[in-house]
Each structure stands twice: as structure tokens, then as C-alpha cells.
């Protein structure tokens, strides 16, 4: 990737606006974490900016405290583990098969597909296909149901009907079916819409909050956003009509959502990390050219 | 003969055939297994009583929909509100994801990334929350900016007319990172020594990125863009509610919000499943012109 | 030849297992005396423990699931000791699914939807998540089983008001599914005008009475604070509801049971709604209201406050509490108190404020269609009525629960300081029918449960039947396509009026295009249900 750094207009306009997306976006992330480490009155009072006043962990021990709330961050690890792998193999094998013309059944598969996008049974009924199929309460009503995203596949359908066919092709010489093909040149030089979709599906799952609610029903295995969920109707109704649990302590609404998010955020930023590098390799670089 | 073709025609693909078998399991279990649902819209359903034992009411939803006095109303501002989105939502990842490959320090690049996609994580509660604050004329820091600069305080959430600003502006400030993850992911599918090429031959920076980048990267934008069509009536019901106020019904009141408080009132399955087709079928027919568009135009196309 | 050998054995292996089993079981069963007997507190003269009957409600162990919400802030946990007496008393097995209460509405239609989930037992915080099946034949009609419900009929004919707690609990069909709850002292979802009691004896002010005085005195402490907004209101039109019952009794921006004249009206657009507004207008014009009163956050609504740039509002009780508590830690003499509301402009004007604290909760019972297990059912929750059962969900078993202190029943609490509902389950939900209206209070503070004595003289005598008025098919039609254009029409336009996007010289226009949206057929509809209701 060729990259000029004249100092020119451009560059400065560049930088400019870059750093003033890092500002509108960080400013509000140092705040919350900011109010999430504040003590009761100086939130009520809004004099919290970028750090925290009177600080304190109590938000924390209120959010973490909960003896739920173990369970559930080990619970999402589980489905969301599970469910990317999962959704990415089913994913990635289809997405391949239908960008090739020759797929059988192609044509009538992508329209059923496509289908899907605009017309779905709705609620009750893909609870009530959930419950008959005997999958009611178990970790597969949370990692099978999403395991195929319409978007999802289109997306990467349409990088791989991009890929070079040189490449293919190379491989069909050297004597590899689709199958070879697949797992031997195409995955390896197509990290990144894989770790791309992959992300996409995981963070879903990592978001989740109605599915599991209406597919499980014991508590022992809620995932995180249910129990965070918990945690912060405790501090809205005791904005209404009850003193709050921890004693009769008052936790303002703001503190508690903030710390939520900040708990709910991190683990994801401290991951991201690794999955850069997966976007760097491209097609291009590993390839046999020519 | 044709049959024999059908059957070659298998056994040469029978390994893609192999390969899309699981996706197909998935779709026919979880998509087509509760599709059944959709005929809930002409129905009377009542879950006790079951699909089978719920009265048939033909188009009676779909009528009472549109008797309401203000429906041309709410599907005008669903719609106006949807492209207005689209018109601002749909390039700002782009160029952001353009402006964010020029840059060559990677340190740098890891933490405007990083920093950008954090906002995609806060609940649309929040983020509206902090947008009402931040636009408060009482607290808010506009506000007292614009007191600062000798302007008179505008209460921006009670002007309808500054609604959809409000809404897409924040829109954008929450998927802008994330938004740009597909497009980073597809700039590095370029193949480098096309702008090595470029290079030598005497092409800046811009002709650069009109001949190169932009058409490697148009079957992506394409694809996405029709994704996004297909979806023109599916405004998310969570930000527009929160954003609502009385006094801007006039734009703020959409199809989606509507359904929900009538929802709240009456526990009516069927009037929402209802609307709900009414907003697939608009979808539909708006992605199939859209995909003949791009096909005329030799472009990228869902199928 | 050896197949059907080994099948016989099998099954004769089978057999004298099962026996055996069963043997074992009824032999524990008989061996089980209700723990609740023999590890019984120290002998008092409490009236609950001489009880003769101590044999548990069901014979043989009986198998009951319950479907609930779980309040965000006691969630259920089924260790809680009144659960623990609930079972031992009533011999049932309790299979309690418990979901955020929020969630519940949803958890309850695929429920209803998936047959083979039917609870026996349903347990609701709201009128609308009975109504929401009820009429689909979903639960089982009270007054249709009354035979089968002795305590409850009983406790029934014993009350005052039984036939306004009918009517309440009445479903569109004229039935009656929800088992209705007695005695919760609401101090929760109380609302009630407060002011700041310091700042109006620091500057001399005396307590406004009446909505000009409420005027005046906020304007002399807008020139006295300049920065504040005296009357700190939120939650822009909603508010007008908690005050338009001090220009006219009972009234509200929407529909209305007019208890005095006996008829049904609409507020949003009688010739009272315009005074109120006038007012409304003329103090948001002279910035006593906050200029974003319709869309202030909890946050930002909460900073005013805390500020010292708020000082009068109508407001949940506990509201005193939130603030004094944490405020008073660099403020120690900022107290907000419970006011008497400010008389309205008109001369049907009042002092009274609406009864906001209707407890609409209860248990159902689901029409299973198994009759054994709805006869079990009807039985639980018919011990509820009883005295014992009473008793028992208010106190607890005293020297284990409560003690008596200077003959007052107390809570006995641990050292953290964990509030008794939290401890042992007392007035969560599921647990309480019928209880004692003391133990609900032991249950808050005593500042709170003071303020909520001196707010109970303003209540209105009767809460406005929209809460509970059950509509039949018909009316449901009508209400289901009017009533939300109508609602959202008026808060618009009133909104409007105030912000001053609509003059006001309008309002005869603005009275014929909501009359346009079908007003009055809605309001025959509210006629005709309460009639019925009322009969």
C-alpha cells in the first residue's frame, strides 16, 4: 500500500478529521468511565467530566457483585465460542459453493435466501418451531437459530465470487477438488472477510439479549446481557418507586448503565487486538503469481 | 438428454453441493420451519387458542392499518427518514475507511480504529441519552456554546424539524467504525502492485483512488447498498422512540413506533404481523428494481 | 423363545422396583411431618401459632408449576425462607420459573402459544397481562369455583369494598380470573406534590395553597435563584395527569370517570384543559418550568434538583428519600416534604391527588385442562386466603422471621443491613394475596412510611377506572383503532400550545379536530364497559 505523507492540504484535512472522530468517540467513553468511579452525589450533580470525583468502587461491587454475574460471562464465552465457530463453518462452505455458477441448486438456493430477508414466521413462531424441534432451553437454541445470516452469507458470497480464478485454477492443475481448493488456497488468503464475518457473528451473539431470554429459561445459564439487563432495572426502579437493595443506598440510573457498558465493552477491546493482524493479510500477499 | 445433463451436472459439483448442505439444514429448520407465521396477519391469532383454532379476517388488519387518520403520515416519515439515512449513513463508513487506509503509522491507525468502533457497543438508551443531554438547552453543551457565541438556545428536540438531523447524526456517530470494518477488510483484498503500477506511470494520489481503489472496491459498496435497500422499511424502532417527543410527532412518529404503542395497548399479534408484511413486501419490491438497476448497469447484484 | 424371557423379567424387575419405591416414598411422606411444627418457635401467645391445624393443605405431595416475574430488585430466589413455609405449609412441590419482570408479557404469549409449557399457576404485576389471554379461555373463572375456594370466598364476603375490588379485577368477558390482592399499603408508586421546605422558611415563603399562589412564590424565587426552575416537573405531558385532579376531581389529559356527576369524559379537551394550559403557558413563558421539561433525562432532571434549582413538583414518595439522603451530606438542612396540592384556578378545584397506587398483581390459574391439577391449583392459591397463610407471608414465624418488641412486630434483619424482602422473600411477588397492611409498612423506612401516612389524606377516595375498565370484543375494536391517533393528537398539540408552536387563540379549532378522531364513539365504548362493569 503506497502511502504519501507530503504535508500537504490534504493531509492536514485528513488528520483534522481524524482526530476530531477520536475525540467525539473517546470523550464520551473517558466520561462514562469517569461516572462509573464517582461518587453518588457528584453524578446527581453532573460535576463529573473525564475523571471521576469522590471515587469510588461501589458501582462495581453493585454490577460485579452480583452472584449471577460469573456465571453469565462464562456462559457468553461458551455461546459465543461455539456459536462463531459454528456459524462460520456453515457460513463460509456455503458462501464459497454458491459463488461458484456451477453450485447445483444454486439459483434456488440464493432465493430461498433472499427470502428470508423480507419474510420470517416471526416471534412465536420460531419459538414454537424451537420447542418442537427439542431444542427449548439448551445452548443450541442460542448457537444453531443464528448460525446462518442471510447478510451475512450474501457478504462474503460476494467476496469469494471475486476471488482471483487464477489461484482456482492453479489448484485444479495440481490436481485439487473444490474441497482442496477451498481449504487449501482460498481460506488461508481470506482471513480477512473471515475474521471480518466472524467478528460480526461473535459480537452478535456477544450482544444478545432477547434470544436467550425467550429460548432459556433457567437462570444458571443467562448470558451476560440479560443479568447487565438485571442490574440496571434495579437502579431505574428504585428511580420510581423503591429504595434500591444495597442497603438503601441510592445509585443514580447513569452510574449504573455506564458501568455496565464499561463491563460489557471491555473483554471485546482487549480481543480486537488479535484479530488485526487477520485484516492485514489479504489475497494478494502469500499468493502465486504468475 | 436433459436429464443427463442435470445428473453430470451433480456429480460435478457434488463437493460445493456437500458444502452448502448445512447452510441449507439451517435455513429450511429456523426460517422456513416457522414461516407459517406470516399468515398470522390475516388472522384474529391468539396464542392460547392456537393458528388452527384463530378466525380467519382476511385483509381486515391491512384496512384498519391505513383507516387510521395520520398512516400516510407515519409510512411518509418511515420512508423520508429511512433515505435521509441512507443519503448521510451509507458513504460516511466509506470515506472514513478510505481516510483511515491513507494512514501509514499503525499505532495511530489501531487507535482511531479502536476508539471508532466503541461507540456500536452502547445501548441505543444510552446513546440517545447522552445526545438529549448534549442537545439540552437547559445543561446542554450546545446550549451554552451557542450562548457563548451571543445565539439564542434552541430546544432541538421539541423542533420536529431538526429530528431526522438529530437521528442520523447519532446514527452515524454509533456505526461509523463499525460501518468501516467491511470496507478495511475488502482495501486489503487489493492486489498492491496495481498501485505500484499507478505509481510509475505518474498517478497522485486522487487518480489513484478514482482508478483503483474505488472500482476494486465498488462490487463491495454495491453488494452492501442493495443489502441496504432491501431493508428501506425496517427502521430500527428503538432509536426513534427514544428520540420522540410530542412535539415532534410530525416527524418523528414512523410506522414501527406506532405499531409498538398500539402494541402496548393491545397486545394484537396479528395488526403488527400485518404491518410487518406490508413493510417486507415494500422492501421486496424495492430491492428487485434496485437489483435490475445494477444488473442493467453491468454492476455487482444479489443474484 | 429367550426374547420374551428376558422381556418377562424385565418387566417383573420393573414392577417390584416400582413398588419399592413407592413404598419408600409414602414412607418418607408419613415420616415428614410438617417441619414447620416440631421446629417451632418458642412458645408465645402469638395468635398465628395456635392453630390446631398443622397438617399440611395437600395429603400426598402435590406437584404445582408457577410462572412469574422477578422484580429486578428482590429477584426471586428460592432459598427465601417464606418459600420455605409456603411449601411446608401447603405440602406443594413448587416448580417456579421466575423471568425479569419486564419480560414477562413476552415469556407469557409463547407460553400460551407452546401447549406443552402451560404452567398450572400464573403469577402477573399488571391488569393488561391477564387481560392480554384472558378472554381466549387461557385461566380459570373465579366466581364459576367458588365452591372450591372456601378461604377465598370467605375472606371475600368479609371486606368492605368487595364490590368495587370486583369490578376491578373483572374481565371484557365479565368474568373474573385474577385472583385480586388486599392489604399492600402502597408507599411504592405513591405520587404527591413535595416542596423544598428549607428554601421556602430561608427566604419567608409561605407554602402555596393554591396554583397562583404556586405562581407567585415561584416567581419570587426565580428572581431570588435566577439560574433555577422553581417548578422542577419532567416527563413533559404525562405530568399534567398527577395535576389536572386539582382544577377538577378525578380529571386527566385523557379519558376520565367523572365520580361526582357520574359520566365519562375527555380532559384534553374541555374548557378546564384550556385554563391549565393558560397557566402551564404563562410559567413555562416566565422560565419557572425547565425549557426541556418534555425530553429532560432522569440525569439531568436529577442534577437540577440536587442543585438547589428545583423546589416544587408532584413526584413518587420515594423521591424524598433519594435526594435528602445523599444531599444532605454537604447540605444538611436540604429536605424536601410532602406538600398539600396546590388548589387549581377553577371553581371545581380540589387539594386531592389521584390514586396512582392501585395494586393490580395476582395469581391465575391456567386452564390446563388437566382437572386434577387445576383443582391443586385453585387450592394453593385458596390458601392464601386463609388465615394461616395470611399470617404466614406477612410475619414469617416469629424468633425465625420477626420478634416483638414493646408489642410492635419487627423484621429481624442481619448485620449488612439487607432489607427484609431481600432476606426472606416477604411482599415479593408470588407471595403475598391477602396481607398484613403492617408488615408491608415494617418493610420501608420510617421516614418514608411517615410522609406516606400525611401524603395518604390527599388521595382521592376512588382511583379512575381506565386502570382496570375491561372492554369486550366490540369496544376493544373501537379502542384499539382511536385511542392511540387520539393520544397522540392531543399530547402534540398541548405540547405545542406550551412551547408556543400553536397559538393558543386556536384552541376552539384545536377542540373540533379531536373531535374529528372519533372522541365521542370512544367515549360511549368507555360508557358502555362501565356500565356493565358497574351493574
Known sequence: ?290 | MKFQKSIKRLADGKYLFMLVIPAVICLLLFSYLPMWGVLIAFKEYSPFKGFADSPWVGLKHFINFFNDPFSYKYIRNTLLLSVYSLAWGFPAPIIFALMLNEVSNVRYKKLVQTVSYMPHFYSTVVVVGLFTMFLSPTSGEVGKLMAMMGFEKIYFLADARYFRSIYIASEIWQSLGWGAIIYLAALTNIDPQLYEAAVIDGAGRFKRMLYITLPCLMPTIIVLLLLRLGQVMNVGFERAFLFQTPSNYETSQIIQTYVYERGIRSNNFSYATAVGLFNSVINLVLLLLANTLSKKFNQASLW | ?535
Open chain 3, 1 to 535: 423363545m429367550g426374547k420374551r424371557s428376558i422381556a418377562l423379567k424385565v418387566i417383573s424387575f420393573l414392577a417390584v422396583l416400582s413398588i419399592a419405591v413407592s413404598l419408600a416414598a409414602c414412607g418418607n411422606a408419613s415420616n415428614n411431618t410438617p417441619a414447620g411444627s416440631t421446629a417451632a418457635a418458642p412458645t408465645t401467645a402469638a395468635p398465628e401459632a395456635t392453630k390446631d391445624e398443622n397438617a399440611p393443605l395437600f395429603d400426598k405431595p402435590v406437584k404445582l408449576s408457577i410462572l412469574m416475574g422477578s422484580h429486578a430488585s428482590w429477584p426471586y430466589d428460592e432459598n427465601w425462607k417464606v418459600w420455605q413455609y409456603v411449601k411446608e405449609a401447603t405440602g406443594a412441590e413448587l416448580d417456579i420459573q421466575a423471568v425479569p419482570g419486564e419480560e414477562l408479557p413476552t415469556k407469557l404469549n409463547l407460553i400460551m402459544a407452546s401447549k406443552d409449557k402451560l404452567p398450572d399457576i400464573v403469577h402477573v404485576w399488571a391488569k393488561t397481562q391477564s387481560d392480554a389471554h384472558a378472554m381466549s379461555g387461557a385461566y380459570v373463572s373465579i366466581l364459576d369455583n367458588l365452591d372450591k375456594l372456601p378461604n377465598f370466598s370467605k375472606w371475600l364476603d368479609s371486606i368492605s369494598d368487595k364490590e368495587e375490588i370486583l369490578a376491578q379485577h373483572t374481565a371484557g368477558d365479565g368474568k373474573i380470573y385474577l385472583f385480586p390482592t388486599y392489604g399492600v399499603q402502597t408507599i411504592n408508586n405513591l405520587i404527591i406534590w413535595m416542596d423544598r421546605k428549607d428554601i421556602l422558611e430561608r427566604n419567608n415563603l409561605t407554602v402555596p395553597t393554591t396554583y397562583d399562589e404556586l405562581y407567585t412564590v415561584s416567581k419570587k424565587l426565580k428572581e431570588i435563584y435566577p439560574d433555577s426552575y422553581p417548578l422542577s416537573f419532567r416527563g413533559g405531558v404525562t405530568k399534567f395527569d398527577q395535576m389536572l385532579q386539582q382544577w377538577k376531581p378525578y380529571m386527566g389529559t385523557g379519558f376520565y370517570y367523572d365520580f361526582d356527576n357520574k359520566k365519562w369524559n375527555f380532559g384534553g379537551t374541555e374548557d378546564t384543559m384550556k385554563e391549565f394550559i393558560l397557566w402551564v403557558k404563562k410559567a413555562y413563558d416566565d422560565k419557572l418550568i425547565p425549557t426541556d421539561f418534555a425530553t429532560i433525562t432522569n440525569q439531568s432532571w436529577q442534577e437540577l434538583v440536587t442543585t438547589n434549582r428545583g423546589f416544587f413538583m408532584p413526584e413518587y414518595i420515594v423521591r424524598i428519600d433519594f435526594f435528602n439522603g445523599p444531599a444532605r451530606t454537604t447540605d444538611p438542612d436540604y429536605t424536601w416534604a410532602v406538600m398539600e396540592p396546590p388548589k387549581g384556578n377553577t371553581s371545581t378545584a380540589t387539594n386531592k391527588t389521584g390514586k396512582t397506587n392501585l395494586d393490580l398483581t395476582g395469581y391465575l390459574v391456567v386452564n390446563t385442562g388437566k382437572q386434577e391439577s387445576m383443582d391443586n391449583a385453585l387450592k394453593f392459591v385458596d390458601w392464601f386466603y386463609s388465615d394461616k397463610g395470611k399470617a404466614l407471608v406477612s410475619w414469617g414465624k416469629e424468633g425465625e422471621t420477626y420478634k416483638v418488641v414493646n408489642s410492635e412486630k419487627q423484621f429481624i434483619l442481619d448485620d449488612k443491613g439487607t432489607p427484609a424482602r431481600n432476606l426472606y422473600g416477604f411482599g415479593t411477588y408470588g407471595l403475598y394475596q391477602v396481607i398484613d397492611e403492617t408488615s408491608n409498612e415494617a418493610l420501608y423506612t420510617k421516614e418514608n412510611v411517615a410522609e406516606a401516612h400525611k401524603a395518604a389524606e390527599f388521595l382521592e377516595p376512588r382511583s379512575n377506572p381506565i386502570n382496570w375498565l375491561p372492554f369486550n370484543e366490540s369496544e376493544k375494536e373501537i379502542s384499539d383503532q382511536k385511542l392511540t391517533p387520539i393520544t397522540n393528537y392531543v399530547n402534540e398539540q398541548l405540547s405545542k400550545f406550551i412551547l408556543g408552536q400553536r397559538p393558543i387563540s386556536e384552541w376552539d379549532a384545536y377542540v373540533k379536530e379531536v373531535n374529528a378522531l372519533g372522541v365521542e364513539e370512544l367515549r360511549k365504548a368507555y360508557e358502555d364497559a362501565y356500565s356493565r362493569v358497574t351493574k
Open chain 1, 1 to 290: 500500500m503506497i502511502k504519501e505523507n507530503r504535508l500537504d492540504f490534504w493531509w492536514f484535512l485528513r488528520n483534522f478529521i481524524l482526530i476530531f472522530i477520536i475525540a467525539i468517540m473517546l470523550y464520551p467513553f473517558i466520561h462514562m468511565l469517569a461516572v462509573s468511579f464517582s461518587d453518588t452525589i457528584y453524578v446527581l450533580r453532573n460535576e463529573v467530566g473525564i475523571y471521576p470525583k469522590g471515587f469510588t468502587l461501589d458501582i462495581y461491587k453493585l454490577v460485579l457483585g452480583d452472584k449471577r454475574i460469573f456465571t453469565a460471562y462464562k456462559n457468553t464465552i461458551i455461546y459465543v465460542v461455539l456459536g462463531t465457530v459454528i456459524a462460520l463453518l456453515v457460513t463460509t462452505s456455503a458462501a464459497y459453493a454458491l459463488s461458484k455458477k456451477r453450485c447445483p441448486f444454486g439459483k434456488i438456493i440464493n432465493i430461498m435466501i433472499l427470502i428470508t430477508m423480507f419474510f420470517s414466521g416471526g416471534m412465536i413462531p420460531s419459538f414454537l418451531a424451537i420447542n418442537w424441534l427439542k431444542l427449548y432451553d439448551t445452548i443450541w437454541a442460542i448457537v444453531l437459530p443464528g448460525a446462518l445470516s442471510a447478510w451475512n452469507l450474501i457478504v462474503m458470497r460476494s467476496f469469494f465470487a471475486e476471488y482471483p480464478e487464477e489461484i482456482e485454477e492453479s489448484g485444479r492443475i495440481d490436481g485439487l477438488n473444490d474441497l482442496g481448493i477451498l481449504w487449501y488456497l482460498v481460506l488461508p488468503t481470506s482471513t480477512a472477510v473471515i475474521a471480518t464475518i466472524g467478528l460480526f457473528y461473535g459480537v452478535a451473539i456477544w450482544n444478545s439479549y432477547f434470544t436467550p431470554l425467550l429460548y432459556l429459561s433457567q437462570d444458571s445459564k443467562y448470558p451476560l446481557q440479560i443479568i447487565l439487563q438485571q442490574v440496571v432495572m434495579k437502579s431505574i426502579s428504585a428511580n420510581q418507586d423503591v429504595i434500591t437493595s444495597s442497603g438503601g443506598k441510592v445509585i443514580p440510573e447513569d452510574s449504573i448503565k455506564f458501568a455496565t457498558i464499561i463491563v460489557s465493552i471491555v473483554p471485546i477491546i482487549l480481543v480486537y487486538p488479535f484479530l488485526q493482524k487477520y485484516f492485514v493479510k489479504g489475497v494478494m500477499i502469500g499468493s502465486i503469481k504468475g
